[in-house]
């Protein structure tokens, strides 16, 4: 029996591959926590070698191997140590993006225990411990140490960060509480990224020296970055910019959530809505877009502004027009009797200037899509690709239903949902005018060819075409998370042509 069992483990060259594959997409991630400069496989934990295979053989195109990294245990004990809390972030991460239900069901499970062990330890408040800047008198040694202690507290901000990200991923993909308030995020952000990614330790020492001679005296924190915005762009060469926006515009879907639940119970109909419009719920909303507004005009003055930064704001904004937990439900995500309950306040929704705001947010999360290196359109971002097609759907299907007679244009002007600001774009949000477009994503034409939003199945395919050719894949090569969606998405396109010939 024990050769058949060694026989079916993983080689080690096939161990060796999946490593060394994640460690070069993970390094190439803006929020990454895991420090690979001191890294040697023959000294790390085997929870953490186990976590690394697995987040490589997630990544692989190969459904054979892909299945390798879904069969991994965790083991959780010493939750006051770095390696374990690692070894679980590998675990959750593979499984809350495994496009399983029941793997997704148990990562979020998992999820909540991190983050309150992360919470009891302290470490969602200002990690201390950092040690004295590397001096010039220092010899290899006392650098060799001073080095390890500061990875070891620049690694559990950096986790810390990316919990935080995740997190707020997470609750936006699957429309659930977040599980970490950006109220406690008080932990300083990260070190610049040429001391994280400094392959030895004179290297860091040296980009140490000339950090310490510019390192004010105090560093924002996550908390302080969202009570005044501007203050992180006093810091560009004392933190890791690229990290930082990501990290304070994920920690504003706290403020969307917040809004979201406001209004869900105040109000039961549209007309609920409408009297409550000066309350709470109005008054988040409004504080939210204008402070997410500023947000936008000051990181896109850097040069790290990427689009996962444009993607990540535009989503939240999508979510401040409109209820995608509603549009779930209209397109049959429980009964029928709620998907009829919900028609009649989604109905008053698409007449509104609202829904135009939300159409326009969803095309220009797909318009940052498109911007997305190749294989990095996956996870949350593809689930936003995914939300932005139910909007369009949720739109076509609403305005096809609403028969009131409407101002007839001589000759109707082509919207570009997925393009930059334009007048023609003002016009479709304020006043209605035009006809909302989007690219087609699957014509090989160098010229730009748009589809009407009217025709939804051609759009749903437009944008499976979009996550095909952006994680460069068809069928099972996909990863599975972006082949459900992709299945999805065809569904509401034959759902809207049935509804249409009905």
Not at 212 to 228: I, M, N
Not at 244 to 253: D, G, K
């Amino acid at each position: 029996m024990t050769p058949s069992v060694v026989s079916s483990f993983p080689s080690a060259e096939l161990l060796t591959t999946l490593i060394h594959r994640w460690s070069v997409y993970h390094t190439s991630q803006v929020d990454s926590w895991f420090h690979f400069a001191r890294f040697d496989p023959n000294t790390e934990p085997p929870e953490i070698l186990i976590g690394i295979a697995a987040a490589g053989a997630a990544l692989s195109k190969s459904p054979r191997i892909r299945m390798l990294g879904q069969k991994f245990e965790v083991d959780n004990r010493n939750i006051r140590r770095l390696k374990p809390y690692q070894s679980l972030v590998f675990m959750l991460d593979i499984g809350l993006w495994s496009g399983d239900r029941r793997k997704v069901e148990i990562a979020e499970g998992f999820a909540q225990l991190l983050v309150t062990m992360v919470r009891r330890g302290g470490y969602l408040a200002r990690v201390e411990g950092s040690p004295t800047l590397s001096l010039p008198s220092d010899d290899v040694a006392s650098i060799e140490r001073k080095w390890v202690s500061w990875i070891e507290t620049e690694s559990l901000r950096r986790m810390t960060t990316h919990l935080l990200i995740r997190d707020s991923q997470t609750s936006a993909s699957l429309l659930i509480p977040p599980m970490i308030s950006f109220a406690e995020m008080t932990c300083v952000l990260p070190a610049p990224r040429r001391l994280w990614i400094a392959r030895t330790a004179q290297e860091w020492a040296e980009g140490m020296r000339s950090y310490g001679d510019s390192k004010p005296q105090q560093l924002p924190s996550v908390r302080s970055c969202l009570h005044d915005i501007n203050s992180a762009t006093g810091f560009g060469q004392q933190v890791d910019t690229e990290l930082a926006i990501l990290t304070v515009s994920n920690a504003f879907w706290g403020f969307c959530w917040q809004h979201r639940q406001v209004e869900a119970v105040l109000r039961h109909t549209w007309e609920d809505i409408q009297k409550s419009s000066s309350l709470l719920s109005t008054s988040i909303k409004q504080v939210a877009v204008q402070r997410l507004q500023q947000f936008r005009l000051v990181a896109s003055e850097w040069q790290d502004f990427t689009p996962e930064d444009i993607l990540t704001c535009e989503r939240l904004l999508i979510n401040l027009y409109v209820s995608l937990e509603d549009v779930q439900l209209l397109a049959g995500k429980a009964s029928e009797k709620e998907a009829r309950r919900t028609f009649s306040t989604l109905k008053h929704w698409a007449r509104s200037s609202d829904s135009r705001q939300a159409v326009w947010h969803a095309g220009q999360v797909i318009r940052a899509a498109r911007g997305y290196p190749v294989q990095s359109l996956r996870d949350a971002s593809a689930v936003a690709v995914y939300h932005s097609g139910l909007i369009f759907w949720a739109y076509v299907i609403l305005t096809n239903v609403d028969k009131t007679p409407k101002e007839v244009q001589p000759a109707p002007q082509e919207v570009i949902l997925d393009d930059e600001a334009s007048p023609h774009l003002e016009r479709f949000v304020m006043l209605g005018r035009g006809i909302p477009t989007i690219r087609n994503y699957g014509s090989s034409s160098r010229r730009v060819q748009l589809i009407p939003l009217s025709d939804a199945r051609r759009v749903m395919s437009s944008l499976v075409d979009l996550l095909q050719s952006q994680n460069a894949c068809k069928g099972e090569e996909c990863p599975p998370l972006v082949e459900n969606l992709n299945k999805l998405m065809r569904s509401l396109g034959n759902a809207a042509r049935s509804i249409r010939d009905v």
